[in-house]
Protein backbone atom coordinates (compact mmCIF):
# COMPACT_ATOMS: atom_id res chain seq x y z
CA UNK A 1 0.00 0.00 0.00
CA UNK A 2 1.11 3.44 -0.62
CA UNK A 3 0.04 6.20 1.80
CA UNK A 4 0.34 10.31 1.31
CA UNK A 5 0.66 12.13 4.65
CA UNK A 6 -0.58 15.99 3.53
CA UNK A 7 0.59 19.15 6.49
CA UNK A 8 0.46 22.32 6.56
CA UNK A 9 -3.06 23.88 5.57
CA UNK A 10 -4.74 26.68 7.74
CA UNK A 11 -6.55 30.08 7.61
CA UNK A 12 -4.15 33.00 6.29
CA UNK A 13 -4.91 36.50 5.62
CA UNK A 14 -4.33 37.67 1.85
CA UNK A 15 -0.80 38.27 1.10
CA UNK A 16 0.56 35.48 3.59
CA UNK A 17 2.24 32.52 2.93
CA UNK A 18 1.68 28.85 3.96
CA UNK A 19 3.70 25.76 3.38
CA UNK A 20 2.14 22.53 2.49
CA UNK A 21 4.11 18.98 2.83
CA UNK A 22 3.84 15.61 1.28
CA UNK A 23 5.06 12.35 2.36
CA UNK A 24 4.79 9.35 0.68
CA UNK A 25 5.14 6.08 2.32
CA UNK A 26 4.58 2.24 1.88
CA UNK A 27 6.37 -0.11 -0.57
CA UNK A 28 7.59 1.97 -2.83
CA UNK A 29 9.90 1.01 -5.99
CA UNK A 30 9.45 4.35 -7.85
CA UNK A 31 7.61 7.94 -7.74
CA UNK A 32 7.09 9.03 -11.49
CA UNK A 33 6.09 12.57 -10.28
CA UNK A 34 4.69 14.00 -6.99
CA UNK A 35 1.91 17.13 -6.98
CA UNK A 36 -0.49 19.07 -5.48
CA UNK A 37 -4.08 19.74 -6.73
CA UNK A 38 -7.22 21.82 -5.27
CA UNK A 39 -10.39 22.09 -5.72
CA UNK A 40 -12.26 25.01 -4.56
CA UNK A 41 -16.28 25.01 -3.48
CA UNK A 42 -18.13 24.58 -6.92
CA UNK A 43 -15.04 24.40 -9.00
CA UNK A 44 -13.21 20.87 -10.50
CA UNK A 45 -10.04 19.98 -9.03
CA UNK A 46 -7.14 21.63 -10.61
CA UNK A 47 -3.64 20.79 -11.16
CA UNK A 48 -1.64 23.70 -8.87
CA UNK A 49 1.92 22.16 -9.24
CA UNK A 50 3.90 19.05 -10.03
CA UNK A 51 7.46 18.24 -9.81
CA UNK A 52 8.72 14.70 -11.98
CA UNK A 53 11.68 12.48 -10.55
CA UNK A 54 13.66 14.62 -13.02
CA UNK A 55 13.03 17.70 -11.64
CA UNK A 56 11.13 18.95 -13.90
CA UNK A 57 8.22 21.47 -12.58
CA UNK A 58 4.90 22.22 -14.01
CA UNK A 59 2.57 24.83 -12.32
CA UNK A 60 -0.84 26.49 -13.00
CA UNK A 61 -1.38 29.84 -14.47
CA UNK A 62 -2.39 31.25 -11.78
CA UNK A 63 -0.10 30.17 -9.53
CA UNK A 64 3.21 31.49 -11.38
CA UNK A 65 5.75 33.52 -9.33
CA UNK A 66 3.93 33.22 -6.45
CA UNK A 67 3.97 28.80 -5.85
CA UNK A 68 7.39 26.87 -5.22
CA UNK A 69 7.21 22.95 -5.52
CA UNK A 70 10.16 21.34 -4.26
CA UNK A 71 11.34 17.93 -2.66
CA UNK A 72 11.71 18.01 1.06
CA UNK A 73 14.58 16.77 2.86
CA UNK A 74 13.29 13.23 3.80
CA UNK A 75 12.51 10.54 0.94
CA UNK A 76 9.56 10.88 -0.62
CA UNK A 77 8.48 14.15 0.07
CA UNK A 78 7.27 17.03 -1.76
CA UNK A 79 6.73 20.81 -0.42
CA UNK A 80 4.53 23.67 -1.91
CA UNK A 81 5.28 27.28 -0.62
CA UNK A 82 3.00 29.28 -1.33
CA UNK A 83 3.08 33.13 -1.17
CA UNK A 84 1.57 36.39 -1.51
CA UNK A 85 -1.75 34.02 -1.15
CA UNK A 86 -5.14 35.36 -3.04
CA UNK A 87 -8.87 34.71 -1.22
CA UNK A 88 -9.18 32.68 -4.84
CA UNK A 89 -6.35 30.36 -3.67
CA UNK A 90 -9.14 29.23 -1.07
CA UNK A 91 -9.83 25.46 -1.70
CA UNK A 92 -8.71 21.75 -0.35
CA UNK A 93 -5.01 21.05 -1.85
CA UNK A 94 -4.27 17.51 -2.86
CA UNK A 95 -0.89 15.33 -3.11
CA UNK A 96 -1.33 12.86 -5.70
CA UNK A 97 1.61 10.85 -6.76
CA UNK A 98 1.83 8.55 -9.45
CA UNK A 99 4.30 5.86 -8.16
CA UNK A 100 4.97 2.07 -9.04
CA UNK A 101 4.43 0.29 -5.73
CA UNK A 102 6.89 -2.73 -5.33
CA UNK A 103 4.86 -5.45 -5.54
CA UNK A 104 3.51 -4.71 -9.11
CA UNK A 105 4.88 -3.62 -12.87
CA UNK A 106 2.42 -0.50 -13.04
CA UNK A 107 2.65 2.72 -11.92
CA UNK A 108 -0.61 3.72 -10.24
CA UNK A 109 -2.31 7.23 -8.79
CA UNK A 110 -2.29 7.63 -5.25
CA UNK A 111 -4.11 10.62 -3.76
CA UNK A 112 -4.17 12.20 -0.32
CA UNK A 113 -6.91 13.37 2.15
CA UNK A 114 -6.95 16.46 1.53
CA UNK A 115 -5.91 20.06 3.33
CA UNK A 116 -8.21 22.76 4.02
CA UNK A 117 -6.36 26.20 2.84
CA UNK A 118 -8.00 29.30 3.57
CA UNK A 119 -7.46 32.45 2.46
CA UNK A 120 -9.26 35.73 3.97
CA UNK A 121 -9.76 38.99 2.37
Known amino acids: QVQLAESGGGLVQAGGSLRLSCAAS????????MGWYRRAPGKQRELVAE???????NYADSVKGRFTISRGDAKNTVILQMNSLKPEDTAVYYC???????????????WGQGTQVTVSS
Open 51 to 57: ITSGDTT
Open 96 to 110: KTVARPSWRPNEYEY
Open 26 to 33: GSIFRINV
